[in-house]
């Protein structure tokens, strides 16, 4: 057992009301004292998602019922740990969504606390985006209105209500949501069982099984076990076959550098808002949290029995693992193949408006707040109007010590530039969160489209967005 899981404090109280970490939980703990510790890496089989089905269909639009509740979650052997979950489960259900169809989620909160709900990286009308002011009061319902009318797209949904993310999101508050249109299937991509997601986030552990958290708004909260898809650094049996691999920092704080073992070539296909111009082989891939990246890997490279791990780099010596992949023989023939030559066209944004070159610093006044350009989130204060179908240059300028991710709700922006080198080729297409490093300068040119109305941007280290580096923008007509 690891030192963390020394502590008896349960930290997880929202709002003074729930006493989630408070459940009776059933452990064998004794029983499995001699056995492997949970915490080895690679003892488990990886864990997928169900997949959502709609309660009905109706006039070209799929209805999905979601209960917002807790639930207990199968993480370590002999444990139970208790969680928030969309539907009860960690990670929540995916939804796997189709352009030009739209999806209406009913969400009803049966938590005893507000929630909402955020479609990251999705094109969504104001009103059904989860902008942190309009939340779901418990025993409430809303339904979200999704028009599905962007290219394809690995999004994810997550709770936004103001403050409470960083606990939120830790007990479980999130879920994969897939975006497939028909380019990609034209481009003959690895589809079904061959596409998989995989959401990275890490934690810790108290002695019972339950999930620790220790709020830090400095540093942001960094747990010291990997999970993916709800399972410690777990192994996954994959056949001689091309995978795309979906890949979603979900950790609060945390960054990774991706890198299969012996540096075998990974094929970079899309960033967050959907594919690339062209497929980019790399050997490693930093991935800030809320960041998605998608790799297609070749395992017929590889000969039945091999194992391959996939590193983190950036991680401490219990956080390195973050999964291997088990080769088996595996049958039929391979349809899928990696596209060589263009796989889309990017849209020509319009010229930025070059009336302003916003200088967006981030920094802390306090160490127990976080502003955005000299200033923390007001709800009452509307911080930036762009017109509709516009660009502007937002410069990102981080003079602090910590990585922030900043994050734009409702539309896609490109980067332009970093002041610490050439903005590599996987950085080059639609993007909705990137990571600005300590001392770096960022340009990003933001499109603001398709709607109009109040969104958010703000740093999507977790801690740092709840206090309070989050900033408000309406498009206007
Ligand atoms: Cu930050």
Redesign the pocket.
């Known amino acids: 057992m690891r030192n963390s899981m020394g502590s008896f404090a349960l930290l997880c109280t929202i709002g003074g009301t729930e006493t989630l970490g408070g459940k009776k939980i059933v452990t064998s703990a004794s029983r499995r004292a001699k056995a492997a510790s949970p915490f080895a890496p690679f003892q488990r089989d990886l864990p997928l998602m169900p997949v959502l089905s709609p309660v009905r269909s109706e006039r070209g639009v799929d209805v999905y019922d979601v209960d917002i509740r807790e639930g207990l979650a199968d993480i370590l052997p002999g444990f139970q740990t208790p969680i928030y979950g969309y539907e009860g489960i960690y990670p929540g259900p995916t939804i796997r969504a189709r352009k030009g169809r739209a999806a209406i989620v009913r969400q009803s909160n049966r938590l005893s606390f507000d929630t909402n709900v955020h479609l990251h990286g999705g094109y969504v009308p104001a009103a059904h985006d989860g902008h942190p002011m309009d939340v779901i009061k418990p025993g409430a319902k809303f339904d979200y209105s999704y028009p599905n009318d962007q290219d394809a797209a690995f999004l994810w949904y997550h709770d936004h209500a103001h403050g409470r993310t960083a606990k939120t999101l830790y007990y479980g508050l999130l879920g994969a949501y897939v975006l497939h249109d028909e380019r990609e299937q034209e481009l003959d991509l690895p589809r079904d069982e061959y596409d998989v997601p995989l959401i990275l986030a890490d934690h810790a552990f108290n002695r019972d099984g339950s999930f620790r958290y220790a709020e830090n708004v400095d540093l942001?909260f960094r747990g010291d076990t990997i999970l993916v898809n709800g399972a410690v650094a777990p192994r996954m049996r994959v056949e001689r076959r091309i995978y795309r691999l979906r890949f979603l920092n979900a950790s609060n704080a945390r960054s990774y550098d991706l890198r299969l073992g012996n540096g075998r070539a990974m094929v970079q296909i899309a960033s967050d808002g959907g594919l690339l111009e062209r497929a980019i082989t790399r050997t490693s891939v930093p991935l800030h949290p809320a960041e998605r990246i998608e790799l297609l890997v070749d395992f017929r490279q590889f000969r039945p029995g091999s194992e391959i791990v996939l590193h983190n780099d950036a991680g401490e010596p219990s956080t390195k693992a973050v999964m291997r992949f088990d080769v088996v023989r595996g049958g039929g023939v391979e349809e899928a193949r990696i596209p060589r030559g263009r796989m889309r066209t990017l849209e020509r944004l319009p010229e930025p408006n070059a009336s302003r070159r916003w200088d967006l610093t981030?920094a802390t006044a306090s160490g127990v707040q976080?502003q955005i350009a000299g200033r923390g989130f007001d709800p009452t204060r509307i911080d930036v109007r762009p017109r509709l179908g516009s660009t502007e240059l937002w410069q990102w300028h981080n003079p602090s010590n910590?990585?922030?991710?900043m994050h734009l709700h409702g539309m896609l922006f490109r980067i332009v530039e970093r002041s610490t080198g050439v903005v590599h080729p996987g950085e080059r297409g639609w993007k909705d969160t990137i990571g600005v490093q300590p001392g770096e300068t960022v340009t990003v040119q933001p499109w603001f489209t398709p709607y109009r109305g109040k969104y958010v941007f703000h740093?999507?280290?977790l801690e740092?967005?709840d206090k309070a580096?989050m900033l408000q923008l309406e498009v206007v007509a």
């Open positions: 942001g981030l976080w910590r990585v922030h991710p740093c999507h280290a740092h967005g580096m």
